[in-house]
């Protein structure tokens, strides 16, 4: 006779140990003390973004007052800051909480499927450092795996790419020997990336180019909070830290509200301040001015104007066109002319990834991600104890992280106040009108709109990006909802391995 080995059983297990994954961890751990967790990380090191991407200036776009813990308070003078600054602040927080030992390396999760029965999901796990297979259960899944590949970046198919003599790198998957010192480089796109690795490269390469299929809107801002660094003196850590973010916040949704209902006005004042930054004659509108209105993309923020600056001093240049093929010496452009280069660095985008590639099913049966509309941003209709994490595209991303993990933490106390084992949204009006997930024209996100859940066109299906709504939906509202459906387990046995 023959027993089944019990596999290892948690209350929730979070994927993924980059900012938000961190940031689930401490809230659960300090929000619901008594709930058993482990954080599966598919690489060897946590930081997510920020320890994976090493490419020259990799920094933040956002500032580090709204980007960062709502529970612990940015330190560094520099407001917009950069990956080693932005790793240690989030390995500072493993640290202070005590997260390392429930940081598992090398895990990553390759199939989980949902037992009505037992009320847990099983996990099928990969160790990415001996490639053995593992299983695990656990009451609740938190994805905090961020949104795109780890393992591709997107580039698009080039004509002629392998008759180019040099060397193509792209910035996901930056060589750490490459050495671009005395090169001619270009720089195909024009994204946060672009802009970033642009002035970052500038001055110790021979020269810079920024190739563009169409321009994006970019914005200098300071690359300290004067404001902060000020009442941070006054007023201590803590509460200059609290005081800064409000303003902050407040300061983002201003502009942001500012673009939406004067678009044209917006463009026009962008235009100015990108007019008064650049060498006199200089065609703007041709570089700088995009053929869609300010926020229906991310504007880039410039730290310093530093792209700019490189552009003034003649060491970067922008070129407005479209490629016809690679040759051997550079790219031929549609207009004819040919960007000699050294090195040619595909910014070209993100290959968006769900979940981190892993499947999901419910009783056997696949969940398919398309056909399910998302509950406040972080649940999917039909689907069993699995909670999400997607930040903001208009703000800063880990805005929403925080709330979204305050409301996780509320809806488990809830349900073990309750004795409940399960919680499955439900839609009252399966016929109810839906539309993208994301209503965002970036091109990562329109190459996979069919990858991703729906969105609704009423509460609680709607995806907020606004924070303010979010605190009253996530943080003041109750946690139960005539759409929001408890229950408890009817069986509940160790899973056999």
């Known amino acids: 006779m023959t027993t089944s080995t019990p596999v290892e059983h948690l209350d929730v297990v979070i994927i993924g140990a980059g900012i938000s994954g961190i940031g689930a961890a401490r809230y659960l751990k300090t929000g619901n003390p008594g709930k058993k967790f482990a954080i599966l990380e598919a690489r060897g090191a946590s930081g997510g973004t920020w320890d994976l991407f090493r490419y020259p200036g990799i920094r933040s776009d956002s500032d580090l007052h709204t980007f960062g813990y709502e529970f612990k308070p940015w330190r560094d003078k520099q407001s917009i800051a950069d990956a080693p600054r932005i790793l240690s602040y989030l390995r500072e927080t493993v640290t202070e909480n005590g997260l390392e030992p429930s940081i598992r390396y090398h895990h990553k999760v390759v199939s989980a499927d949902w037992s009505s029965d037992e009320a847990r999901w099983l996990l099928e796990i990969e160790r990415t450092d001996t490639g053995e297979r593992t299983r695990l259960s656990a009451g609740w899944l938190f994805n905090a795996g961020g949104y795109y590949r780890y393992d591709e970046g997107f580039t698009p198919s080039f004509e002629g790419r392998d008759r180019f003599q040099g060397t193509v790198v792209h910035p996901q998957h930056w060589p750490e020997e490459l050495d671009?010192?005395?090169?001619?480089?270009?720089?195909?796109?024009?994204?946060?990336?672009?802009?970033?690795?642009?002035?970052?490269?500038?001055?110790?390469?021979?020269?810079?180019?920024?190739?563009?299929?169409?321009?994006?809107?970019?914005?200098?801002?300071?690359?300290?909070?004067?404001?902060?660094?000020?009442?941070?003196?006054?007023?201590?850590?803590?509460?200059?830290?609290?005081?800064?973010?409000?303003?902050?916040?407040?300061?983002?949704?201003?502009?942001?509200?500012?673009?939406?209902?004067?678009?044209?006005?917006?463009?026009?004042?962008?235009?100015?301040?990108?007019?008064?930054?650049?060498?006199?004659?200089?065609?703007?509108?041709?570089?700088?001015?995009?053929?869609?209105?300010?926020?229906?993309?991310?504007?880039?923020?410039?730290?310093?104007?530093?792209?700019?600056?490189?552009?003034?001093?003649?060491?970067?240049?922008?070129?407005?066109?479209?490629?016809?093929?690679?040759?051997?010496?550079?790219?031929?452009?549609?207009?004819?002319?040919?960007?000699?280069?050294?090195?040619?660095?595909?910014?070209?985008?993100?290959?968006?990834?769900?979940?981190?590639?892993?499947?999901?099913?419910?009783?056997?049966?696949?969940?398919?991600?398309?056909?399910?509309?998302?509950?406040?941003?972080?649940?999917?209709s039909g689907v069993p104890n699995l909670a999400f994490a997607i930040g903001y595209t208009n703000s800063s991303w880990t805005l929403k992280i925080g709330l979204l993990c305050e409301h996780f933490c509320r809806l488990l106390a809830h349900m073990d106040a309750h004795g409940h084992d399960v919680c499955r949204p439900v839609l009252a009006d399966p016929d109810m009108p839906t539309r993208p997930f994301l209503d965002f024209a970036a091109g990562y996100v329109q190459r996979a709109l069919d990858q991703l859940p729906r969105q609704g066109d009423r509460m609680p299906w709607l995806t907020s990006m606004s924070y303010h709504s979010d605190i009253k939906l996530l943080r003041a509202d109750d946690i139960t909802d005539p759409e929001l459906h408890f229950s408890r387990a009817e069986v509940r046995e160790p899973v056999g391995s």
């Open 180 to 380: 671009y010192a005395g090169k001619r480089v270009v720089v195909i796109g024009s994204g946060a990336t672009a802009v970033t690795l642009i002035p970052a490269m500038a001055g110790t390469a021979a020269h810079v180019t920024m190739l563009q299929r169409t321009p994006t809107y970019v914005m200098p801002v300071p690359r300290e909070d004067k404001i902060a660094n000020g009442l941070r003196k006054i007023l201590g850590e803590e509460r200059a830290y609290a005081l800064t973010r409000r303003k902050n916040i407040r300061k983002g949704l201003a502009v942001w509200q500012f673009c939406q209902k004067f678009p044209k006005l917006a463009r026009s004042l962008i235009r100015y301040v990108n007019k008064k930054q650049l060498p006199e004659g200089y065609p703007v509108d041709e570089h700088f001015n995009p053929p869609y209105d300010p926020w229906d993309q991310r504007l880039c923020a410039v730290p310093g104007g530093d792209l700019f600056a490189a552009i003034r001093k003649g060491h970067a240049d922008v070129v407005t066109d479209r490629i016809a093929t690679f040759t051997e010496k550079g790219i031929l452009l549609a207009s004819g002319r040919e960007l000699e280069a050294d090195i040619i660095v595909t910014a070209t985008g993100l290959n968006l990834q769900v979940f981190g590639g892993a499947s999901f099913s419910v009783d056997g049966e696949p969940v398919v991600l398309s056909e399910t509309v998302a509950y406040k941003g972080m649940m999917l």
